[in-house]
T-cell receptor
Framework: DAGVTQSPTHLIKTRGQQVTLRCSPK?????VSWYQQALGQGPQFIFQ???????QRGNFPDRFSGHQFPNYSSELNVNALLLGDSALYLC?????????????FGNGTRLTVT | GESVGLHLPTLSVQEGDNSIINCAYS??????FIWYKQESGKGPQFIID?????DKRQGQRVTVLLNKTVKHLSLQIAATQPGDSAVYFC??????????FGGGTRVLVKP
């Protein structure tokens, strides 16, 4: 039973560029959430997708956008990259209809913006 | 607003001893609290959760205590092992499974 998988594992981009990160949820899960984790800090909620729609959003600018596909996989897009976007981006999946369904996290994509 | 506050201390514990990690939270409306363990190079791994209608919950070698009066959460690890070395995060859940994380506590297990 595959857990949450994310690709790529590492990425280096230049300021001003755009990036796309990908996530496949744990088998049986239909909800995908994205978190940003700066070095030495706890993850911060970016947004959540369920039924191919953004359901909740954290305090992140519109440069951060996403998408969920019919197979429940998801992408996170970041435009006009800033140095401060350097972080570990975590994808987490859960069962959308189950109250307080525990989130299962992938191992993240380490994004470095230079 | 919602915040789950953890300083980022390092807890050094002797192998075989018990560990206690503490966490304060600010949103008293939250009814769901979770502990995660994060090893180097990996994503957070679910350890144990607790609903606000409980004050204690036990798992395998772990116990979570919730004190709603003072908005405090703790994780106790019994007989700490080298594999327990990691950063531990508490988080509080909101509607739709949105989690607010604290800053983490690093646990170092000395052999």
């Amino acid at each position: 039973d595959a857990g949450v998988t994310q690709s790529p594992t590492h990425l280096i981009k230049t300021r001003g560029q755009q990036v796309t990160l990908r996530c496949s949820p744990k088998s049986g899960h239909d909800t995908v959430s994205w978190y940003q984790q700066a070095l030495g800090q706890g993850p911060q909620f970016i947004f959540q997708y369920y039924e191919e729609e953004e359901r909740q959003r954290g305090n992140f600018p519109d440069r951060f956008s996403g998408h969920q596909f019919p197979n429940y996989s998801s992408e996170l897009n970041v435009n006009a990259l800033l140095l401060g976007d350097s972080a570990l981006y975590l994808c987490a999946s859960s069962l959308g209809q189950v109250l307080n369904s525990p989130l299962h996290f992938g191992n993240g994509t380490r994004l470095t913006v230079t | 607003g919602e915040s789950v506050g953890l300083h980022l201390p390092t807890l050094s514990v002797q192998e075989g001893d018990n560990s206690i990690i503490n966490c304060a939270y600010s949103n008293s409306a939250s009814d769901y609290f979770i502990w995660y363990k994060q090893e180097s190079g990996k994503g957070p791994q679910f350890i144990i959760d607790i609903r606000s209608n409980m004050d204690k919950r036990q798992g395998q070698r772990v116990t979570v205590l919730l004190n709603k009066t003072v908005k405090h959460l703790s994780l106790q690890i019994a007989a700490t092992q080298p594999g327990d070395s990691a950063v531990y995060f508490c988080a509080q859940g909101a509607a739709g499974n949105k989690l607010t994380f604290g800053g983490g506590t690093r646990v170092l297990v000395k052999p």
